[in-house]
């Protein structure tokens, strides 16, 4: 009998994971194999005839997980499903700034309109090279941010030929403004299933924090147009001292919307906040304090939209489960070589001008320190994830990290922190491998504890009984 891969299963395999397979709509990470089950998968190509007796474990096994079917006469493996092996390091997915340009004057954002710097964009050429290499690589999943993304005259060709290769487009981050109807008929006659990440702002603030007036109206149109039309939808609020009243009157006109996810972003000390803003930044305990408020209050409504509350706490009420944002390890699943970021490792991140950053978030404290990783632009990516200072940046291990900082190795709380967040340690610290004094804050105050007593509270109050799922107890 002959057998062949479902349509949303290919075979990869890259240096040190040799053998593996992406599914490409449920899992944004490729899936380990053993040699023997490979090269089974391997000869599921609807032309190799199988011995129903003695391959019948893995006949059995990969049916039932979705993987194979029997094979129809006719039937043939397309480009993307064939067994690929890639000559450089493992890395899924790609954040991918397309344009830095932007059609709004935020307060807080660097690539805002008024900002000569962000004016970079990829060409027509250069993004065809950046999807062969991405593709060369095994890169699969996409998240496409700006700037504003729709600004780039290419943007609808750019998801075309992402989808062409058979690589996922499954985050798009934009303002809205310029989503219109025509948009996402084209994306649903391509088979984009992706999710729309719209700033808001909150309700009354938007338009001030966005610098343009319309700019509320414009993101609950768009929000609304998604929903419509069958697209998932998150929404990135940025809050401080003006507009946290409002937070959640926000949340849950957004919940009553349709909206999946809320995520609940600190606006942070840039010197372009600074000034156009004063002083209306939280500082790190308020800004826990105040999120505390507002979770033992939307938690307690019964509503269902997911609160991802950045660097605090992350919610889910379909779930009734709650994660500590800042555990990023745990008590047995801790070791020294674990990577200082595990979203570095799952994600290249590429900006607007081309270059290479472990996050977007530290194209600031890089370019403030001359500190150049490479560009996609100009050179040769698979050279580059194989060997260079963009891999040794990423692939930097805790132990590493704590040849620089003793502090956070002698913590009490390191199992649970692993060094926190290096994007923090910068715009706080100035010090790519030094201490995030948020962290320090965090477990130091008690905010794990603090937690747990809003939600005993919620159960008392409401009778909706969350459950912690973190590591955070030692045997």
Request: charged share 30%; net charge negative; aromatic share 12%.
């Amino acid at each position: 009998m002959k057998y062949i891969l479902e349509k949303n299963i290919g075979l990869r395999g890259w240096r040190l994971v040799p053998f593996a397979y992406y599914e490409k709509k449920y899992n944004r990470r490729a899936q380990g194999l053993t040699a023997e089950e490979y090269f089974f998968l391997a000869s599921c190509d609807g032309k190799t005839e199988h011995d129903e007796q003695k391959e019948a474990e893995y006949i059995k096994k990969f049916t039932r997980f979705g993987l194979i079917a029997p094979a129809k006469d006719g039937d043939e493996l397309d480009e993307w499903q064939k067994p690929r092996y890639c000559d450089n390091r493992y890395f899924p997915g790609v954040h991918w700034s397309i344009t830095g340009k932007c059609n709004y004057n935020c307060k807080h954002c660097f690539m805002a309109k008024d900002n000569a710097y962000s004016m970079s964009y990829f060409t027509r050429d250069e993004w065809m090279k950046t999807l062969d290499e991405l593709d060369k690589c095994g890169v699969q999943f996409f998240t496409i941010t700006g700037g504003e993304p729709l600004l780039h005259p290419d943007f609808l060709d750019i998801v075309r030929e992402i989808k062409r290769r058979g690589m996922t487009l499954d985050h798009i981050d934009t303002n809205g403004a310029l989503l219109t109807e025509d948009i996402l008929q084209e994306l649903k006659a391509m088979d984009v299933d992706c999710l729309f990440k719209i700033s808001f702002d909150c309700l009354g603030h938007h338009d001030w924090m966005r610098g343009k007036e319309g700019a509320e109206e414009e993101a609950m149109r768009a929000i609304d147009m998604c929903i419509k039309n069958g697209f998932r939808v998150a929404v990135n609020t940025c809050i401080h001292r003006m507009n946290i009243d409002t937070l959640f009157d926000t949340a849950v006109c957004m919940a009553e919307k349709g909206v999946e996810r809320m995520r609940i972003i600190r606006t942070t000390e840039s010197p372009r906040w600074k000034e156009n803003a004063g002083d209306v930044c939280f500082d790190i305990d308020e800004y826990y304090d105040r999120m505390l408020e507002f979770t033992e209050k939307y938690a307690a409504t019964g509503l269902t939209m997911d609160i991802d509350t950045w660097q605090f706490l992350e919610f889910y009420p379909h779930l009734k489960t709650y994660h500590y944002r800042p555990v990023l390890a745990g008590c047995h699943k801790f070791r020294p070589t674990l990577p200082i970021c595990g979203d570095n490792r799952k994600e290249l991140n590429i900006n607007s001008d081309g270059a290479l950053y472990p996050c977007l978030q530290l194209s600031g404290t890089f370019q403030k320190h001359g500190w150049d990783l490479g560009n996609i632009k100009t050179d040769d990516l698979q050279s580059i994830l194989q060997e260079s200072d963009y891999l040794r940046a990423v692939t930097c291990t805790l132990e590493k990290m704590y040849e620089h900082n003793k502090v956070c190795e002698e913590c009490e709380y390191h199992k649970l922190c692993a060094g926190g967040c290096r994007a923090i340690a910068s715009a706080l610290g100035d010090d790519y491998l030094g201490v995030d004094k948020a962290k320090c804050v965090y477990y130091k105050k008690g905010y794990m504890q603090k937690t747990d007593e809003v939600f005993k509270r919620v159960a008392e109050s409401s009778g909706i009984v969350y459950r912690n799922i973190d590591d955070v107890h030692e045997d």
